[in-house]
């Protein structure tokens, strides 16, 4: 007779849904990707069905919302990251990365849902991380997600700090004071940088979008008629692989450009800014470079094991 307070026993059908060539290995495995599953379906925006084989009652499933767009100022945040079991269930929703002043699309299949980043200066919740602040608005807050891991809180108006970190974490302070806008926090979902707008002839440069699973857009930069450098979007990591996804660089030239990178997602790397136009966010939830022209964020994507 089994032992019933051994948890994680792996009996009867749900052992054979765990076997198969092409099973996750254990040197691949960490605290979100399933030991012994296999990867049987990759579900991108738009996509609204899912077809389950018969006897499948439960799927581990990973969604990633839609990234943040920047906004001429502020990167967008990183969207939200939400993994877990659930039943099996023929609908699911896969968030779009969002552009303008829309925060990134949510992502569901069952009772595990994560929420898109926020655009340049908006707020997130239930995961996605905060875009970058500009001089006259404070960045935005991270959420908090699907588990109640906390989230990276605002920094203020014209303070050009680090946005803090958390699952969402908070997108980096604008300034018109020092040469560099705040970073974007680190966590699970990277915050967007914050604008540089320093008059005069220095150097300005934006902030850095934060790291994490998924990576925030970085910063602009403006108004200095001497070296605009835009900031590079945060890094991320593929999920599947253990790779390293990377943000896009920001571009730079002497009174003209300053366009923030676009960050990494989960399952592509952001792109590089050029001249005024900002890079867009990678797939799998990487927020939107900052620029005249702002990059859009990163469409979600959702993996379903069983």
Same mark, same amino acid.
């Given at each position: 007779?089994?032992?019933?307070?051994?948890?994680? &026993?792996?009996?009867?059908?749900?052992?054979? &849904?765990?076997?198969?060539?092409?099973e996750?290995?254990?040197?691949?495995?960490?605290?979100?990707l399933?030991?012994? /599953?296999q990867?049987? &379906?990759?579900?991108?925006a738009?996509?609204?069905?899912?077809?389950?084989?018969a006897g499948?009652?439960?799927? %581990?499933?990973?969604?990633?919302?839609?990234?943040?767009?920047?906004?001429?100022?502020?990167?967008?945040?990183?969207? #939200?990251?939400?993994?877990?079991?659930? *039943? =099996?269930? +023929?609908?699911?929703?896969?968030?779009?990365?969002?552009?303008?002043?829309?925060?990134?699309?949510y992502t569901? %299949?069952g009772?595990?849902? @994560?929420?898109g980043?926020?655009?340049?200066?908006?707020?997130?919740? /239930?995961? #996605?991380?905060?875009?970058?602040?500009?001089? @006259?608005? $404070?960045?935005g =807050?991270?959420?908090?997600?699907?588990?109640?891991?906390?989230?990276?809180?605002?920094?203020?108006?014209? $303070?050009?700090?680090?946005? /803090?970190? !958390?699952?969402?974490?908070?997108g980096?302070?604008?300034?018109?004071?020092?040469?560099?806008?705040?970073?974007?926090?680190?966590?699970? +979902?990277?915050g967007?940088?914050g604008?540089?707008?320093?008059?005069? +002839? !220095?150097?300005?440069? #934006?902030?850095?979008?934060?790291n994490? *699973?998924?990576?925030?857009g970085?910063?602009? $930069?403006?108004?200095?008629? !001497?070296t605009?450098?835009?900031? =590079?979007?945060?890094?991320?990591?593929?999920? /599947?692989?253990g790779?390293?996804?990377?943000?896009?660089?920001?571009?730079t030239?002497?009174?003209?450009?300053?366009?923030?990178? !676009?960050?990494?997602?989960?399952?592509?790397?952001g792109?590089?800014?050029?001249?005024?136009?900002a890079?867009?966010?990678?797939?799998?939830?990487?927020?939107?470079?900052?620029?005249?022209?702002?990059?859009?964020?990163?469409?979600?994507?959702? %993996? *379903?094991?069983?």
């Amino acid at each position: 007779m089994a032992n019933p307070s051994r948890r994680g &026993q792996v009996t009867g059908a749900v052992r054979n &849904q765990m076997r198969g060539d092409k099973e996750t290995p254990w040197t691949n495995t960490h605290f979100i990707l399933p030991y012994g /599953l296999q990867l049987k &379906q990759t579900k991108n925006a738009g996509d609204t069905s899912v077809t389950i084989p018969a006897g499948i009652t439960f799927v %581990y499933a990973i969604a990633v919302g839609g990234g943040g767009p920047g906004a001429n100022g502020g990167g967008g945040g990183a969207g #939200g990251v939400a993994w877990g079991w659930t *039943l =099996a269930t +023929s609908s699911c929703i896969v968030g779009a990365g969002g552009s303008g002043v829309a925060n990134g699309g949510y992502t569901r %299949y069952g009772n595990i849902i @994560s929420n898109g980043g926020a655009f340049g200066t908006g707020a997130a919740t /239930l995961g #996605g991380a905060g875009g970058g602040g500009t001089t @006259s608005v $404070a960045a935005g =807050a991270g959420g908090t997600n699907y588990y109640g891991i906390p989230a990276g809180g605002a920094t203020a108006a014209n $303070a050009g700090t680090k946005g /803090l970190s !958390g699952s969402g974490a908070g997108g980096g302070g604008g300034t018109s004071v020092n040469a560099t806008g705040g970073a974007g926090g680190d966590g699970i +979902s990277g915050g967007g940088g914050g604008v540089c707008n320093v008059t005069g +002839s !220095g150097t300005n440069t #934006g902030g850095a979008g934060g790291n994490g *699973l998924a990576g925030g857009g970085g910063g602009t $930069a403006g108004t200095t008629t !001497g070296t605009r450098t835009g900031g =590079a979007g945060g890094n991320g990591i593929n999920i /599947l692989t253990g790779v390293i996804t990377t943000g896009g660089a920001g571009s730079t030239g002497t009174g003209t450009n300053g366009a923030g990178g !676009g960050g990494a997602g989960i399952a592509g790397n952001g792109t590089a800014a050029s001249g005024t136009t900002a890079g867009a966010g990678g797939l799998g939830g990487g927020g939107g470079g900052a620029g005249s022209t702002a990059g859009a964020g990163g469409a979600g994507i959702l %993996y *379903l094991f069983y």
